[in-house]
């Protein structure tokens, strides 16, 4: 276990200026903080976040990356919270150890493999700085190194697999191929022991069969170098089991010799230096086609530059070179931490590095300009997506601001369309719920439930979108269709004829229309009147009707009132084929009539509603409703009444609390006007009917601090 003063050593040796006795602090602190706590090699616990820290030391990385790597565990492990590590160390320590922290509690929800892009997405839409991934993967590589300890085969798989698919291949898009070997390779040896260990006796047996092939080779190479004048550093490099291990399942070749298996890196001082020494290492021994790779004019997505190329070198055997300059050594090795080595100026710097950490960027699909990132260092490149979890851990990638409603309809339309309800993160939050990163989502569902047109409102994903609107077209087609039918059928028996289909079919031409069904919904929606239909059928009465004279508005009540079978209504969806006047918020058992609106079908008014009047010489346009009494109407309507009560402390709460004591529910209320004497309140109150309506009426009349209480008309 890397003691304290060592820690402190390390960092000052890179960095002359870090903060001693904060380093010394976060070193107290979280040792504190763990306590007896021990890991499962029975080592203090501890002794982890202490070898963490020591790995992001060989990265060189500035202090706060340090002390985050000492306190990354106590939020999740510990009693210590956020606000404790805020006020001892400072809010950008705390906006890191709060971003590992978050890491931490995704790891392990996703065991699939095809989810492993979308989990490395989600990663780094979580790591809103870079140093959160750096210190996360540190974290990971310690867990791997110290894996054997754990006592448990699945979960040991479980941790070697996901290294695998999700660790590894970020530390390899990070530019960080130690760190990505190092992953690999404790991985592969969990996951596959036998055949790490079987790559590593032929490796053995190669390198003792070769003699030493690899010092004579780089010993040839240096002096053909040097002869030319370069000055160069060579070495040889085994490649590792695992990388040797996938050439060998992708392509299905052997290894024979150990020139199959080692790679020879020539380290120059400038990038002049590099094609020099290219052109002396082609010179003197003859190139293999397509093998050479300029990857400095060319640099990998990562960042990575240097040459490639392979040769029949000395003794005949084929050899891969790589040639590149110390700057690009260091880089290919430590990937995106040079850039903390860079931005302390430790680092030597030909000023390339900000367009390796743009390429960098672009490849982790950055969507805002790198300029920024360069400024803030942070990672805004999935900030427009969003990543959920299902129960089962299956992640839904969907975009920011979607709500649960869109999470439904992206697992399976049809849980879309039954969805009642939804638990984020095991609490029931309402639909319209936007969703944040991480969230785990479970959709309730009900067979009895259909798409409400009110999620149109909030959804946010086009598949979302479309199936609702194709539920809402065709519940508005059924509900046009029966009221059509309905009218038209009324319109006759006004007239003492019969509707029969056989009229209808008549004069299907006449409208332009395919069906009787169409004509109807044509009829239901408003678009024609069911008297056009009956004048169509019968044209002589449309003489009788321009005689006709405008019946008085009292007296169209009255007909309609008492006459012929009324449209039975049924409880509504809002925005359907049936509406609700919003001027008299009409209740079951309250006496209404239905008014025929142009393209909106029909709007339920009260019978005594005012805004009548504007339809009393329109009487094709009226329509005798009544509520059809079934299970439906037991479900809550909303009321609307106008209350004015004395301006004084506690006749608000008073109002109130009788509502509630009568089983109403306030569902929104404004105040109209208020004087010094006087509050105009408007309460819109969810009741089971008008009589319950009634009955809070009542009540409220009662109440001496309440002045009056009329329903709202018109
Ligand atoms: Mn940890």
């Known amino acids: 276990?890397?003691?304290?003063?060592?820690?402190?050593?390390?960092?000052?040796?890179?960095?002359?200026?870090?903060?001693?006795?904060?380093?010394?602090?976060?070193?107290?602190?979280?040792?504190?903080?763990?306590?007896?706590?021990?890991?499962?090699?029975?080592?203090?616990?501890?002794?982890?976040?202490?070898?963490?820290?020591?790995?992001?030391?060989?990265?060189?990385?500035?202090?706060?990356?340090?002390?985050?790597?000492?306190?990354?565990?106590?939020?999740?492990?510990?009693?210590?919270?956020?606000?404790?590590?805020?006020?001892?160390?400072?809010?950008?320590?705390?906006?890191?150890?709060?971003?590992?922290?978050?890491?931490?509690?995704?790891?392990?929800?996703?065991?699939?493999?095809?989810?492993?892009?979308?989990?490395?997405?989600?990663?780094?839409?979580?790591?809103?700085?870079?140093?959160?991934?750096?210190?996360?993967?540190?974290?990971?590589?310690?867990?791997?190194?110290?894996?054997?300890?754990?006592?448990?085969?699945?979960?040991?798989?479980?941790?070697?697999?996901?290294?695998?698919?999700?660790?590894?291949?970020?530390?390899?898009?990070?530019?960080?191929?130690?760190?990505?070997n190092e992953l690999d390779d404790l991985a592969f040896s969990e996951i596959n022991g036998d055949a790490r260990d079987s790559i590593r006796a032929r490796l053995e047996f190669l390198r003792d069969q070769g003699g030493d092939?690899?010092?004579?080779?780089?010993?040839?190479?240096?002096?053909?170098?040097?002869?030319?004048?370069?000055?160069?550093?060579?070495?040889?490099?085994?490649?590792?089991?695992?990388?040797?291990?996938?050439?060998?399942?992708?392509?299905?070749?052997?290894?024979?010799?150990?020139?199959?298996?080692?790679?020879?890196?020539?380290?120059?001082?400038?990038?002049?230096?590099?094609?020099?020494?290219?052109?002396?290492?082609?010179?003197?021994?003859?190139?293999?086609?397509?093998?050479?790779?300029?990857?400095?004019?060319?640099?990998?997505?990562?960042?990575?530059?240097?040459?490639?190329?392979?040769?029949?070198?000395?003794?005949?055997?084929?050899?891969?070179?790589?040639?590149?300059?110390?700057?690009?050594?260091?880089?290919?090795?430590?990937?995106?931490?040079?850039?903390?080595?860079?931005?302390?100026?430790?680092?030597?710097?030909?000023?390339?590095?900000?367009?390796?950490?743009?390429?960098?960027?672009?490849?982790?699909?950055?969507?805002?300009?790198?300029?920024?990132?360069?400024?803030?260092t942070k990672l805004e490149m999935f900030q427009d997506q969003v990543f959920?979890?299902?129960?089962?851990?299956?992640?839904?990638?969907?975009?920011?601001?979607?709500?649960?409603?869109?999470?439904?309809?992206?697992?399976?339309?049809?849980?879309?369309?039954?969805?009642?309800?939804?638990?984020?993160n095991g609490r029931i939050m309402p639909l319209r719920t936007r969703l944040n990163n991480g969230d785990q989502v479970e959709v309730i569902t009900s067979k009895a439930q259909t798409p409400s047109p009110t999620w149109e409102r909030f959804v946010v994903t086009g598949k979302a979108r479309a199936r609702i609107r194709r539920f809402i077209r065709a519940k508005e087609r059924e509900q046009y269709l029966e009221l059509g039918h309905a009218i038209i059928e009324r319109a006759f028996s006004e007239e003492g004829y019969s509707k029969s289909n056989k009229a209808l079919k008549g004069v299907l031409k006449h409208f332009h229309m395919a069906s009787a069904d169409d004509l109807a919904v044509e009829v239901g929606a408003g678009h024609l009147t069911g008297r056009d239909v009956v004048e169509a059928v019968y044209p002589a009465l449309k003489k009788k009707r321009q005689t006709g004279k405008v019946v008085p508005l009292a007296r169209a009540r009255a007909k309609r009132a008492g006459k012929g079978a009324p449209v039975p209504i049924k409880g509504l969806i809002p925005g359907m084929a049936l509406h609700f006047a919003g001027c008299c918020h009409p209740l079951p058992g309250d006496r209404i009539v239905g008014i025929v609106t142009t393209g909106r079908g029909v709007t339920i008014h009260t019978i005594d509603c005012e805004t009548l009047a504007q339809y009393a010489d329109m009487p094709d346009r009226w329509l005798d409703v009544s509520w059809e009494v079934s299970a439906e109407l037991a479900e809550i309507s909303v009321g609307r009444i106008h209350v004015t009560c004395l301006n004084a402390p506690g006749s608000l709460g008073n109002l109130s609390t009788l509502i509630a004591k009568n089983e109403g529910n306030i569902s929104n209320l404004k105040i109209t006007n208020r004087s010094p004497d006087f509050f105009e309140i408007m309460l819109d109150i969810e009741v089971r009917d008008v009589r319950h309506l009634t009955d809070i009426i009542a009540a409220l009349r009662a109440t001496p601090v309440i002045n009056s209480v009329e329903r709202a008309r018109g």
């Open 213 to 376: 092939l690899a010092g004579r080779v780089i010993g040839e190479l240096q002096t053909t170098l040097t002869e030319a004048g370069i000055e160069a550093t060579l070495s040889g490099r085994e490649k590792t089991p695992y990388s040797i291990w996938r050439k060998m399942q992708h392509k299905s070749v052997t290894f024979e010799q150990l020139s199959d298996i080692m790679a020879f890196r020539v380290v120059v001082d400038t990038i002049e230096d590099c094609y020099r020494t290219l052109g002396v290492i082609h010179g003197a021994y003859r190139m293999v086609p397509s093998r050479f790779k300029d990857y400095i004019s060319m640099p990998k997505p990562n960042g990575y530059r240097s040459l490639h190329t392979g040769v029949i070198g000395p003794e005949r055997h084929r050899i891969e070179v790589q040639i590149r300059t110390h700057d690009m050594h260091e880089i290919a090795d430590i990937g995106v931490a040079a850039h903390w080595q860079y931005k302390q100026g430790i680092a030597k710097t030909d000023g390339r590095q900000y367009r390796w950490l743009r390429e960098l960027l672009d490849i982790l699909e950055q969507t805002s300009g790198p300029e920024e990132f360069l400024e803030h």
């Open 388 to 424: 959920c979890f299902t129960p089962k851990g299956d992640l839904i990638n969907l975009p920011h601001g979607a709500t649960s409603v869109d999470f439904a309809y992206a697992v399976h339309s049809e849980i879309g369309d039954s969805c009642v309800g939804a638990k984020i």
């Open 1 to 180: 276990m890397i003691r304290q003063f060592e820690l402190v050593e390390k960092v000052k040796s890179y960095d002359p200026g870090a903060a001693e006795d904060v380093l010394n602090r976060a070193y107290v602190f979280a040792m504190k903080a763990h306590g007896l706590q021990l890991r499962a090699s029975g080592d203090p616990y501890f002794s982890h976040p202490l070898e963490v820290a020591g790995i992001l030391t060989e990265y060189k990385l500035d202090s706060a990356s340090i002390i985050t790597a000492l306190l990354h565990d106590t939020i999740e492990d510990t009693p210590a919270t956020l606000n404790e590590i805020r006020s001892h160390f400072g809010t950008e320590v705390a906006r890191l150890v709060d971003g590992v922290t978050k890491l931490t509690r995704i790891e392990f929800q996703s065991d699939h493999a095809k989810q492993a892009e979308n989990f490395r997405k989600l990663l780094l839409a979580m790591s809103e700085d870079i140093r959160v991934l750096l210190v996360k993967l540190a974290d990971r590589l310690h867990n791997m190194r110290t894996l054997h300890h754990l006592n448990d085969p699945e979960k040991q798989r479980v941790i070697a697999m996901e290294t695998m698919d999700i660790y590894s291949p970020l530390a390899e898009r990070m530019g960080m191929q130690a760190m990505k």
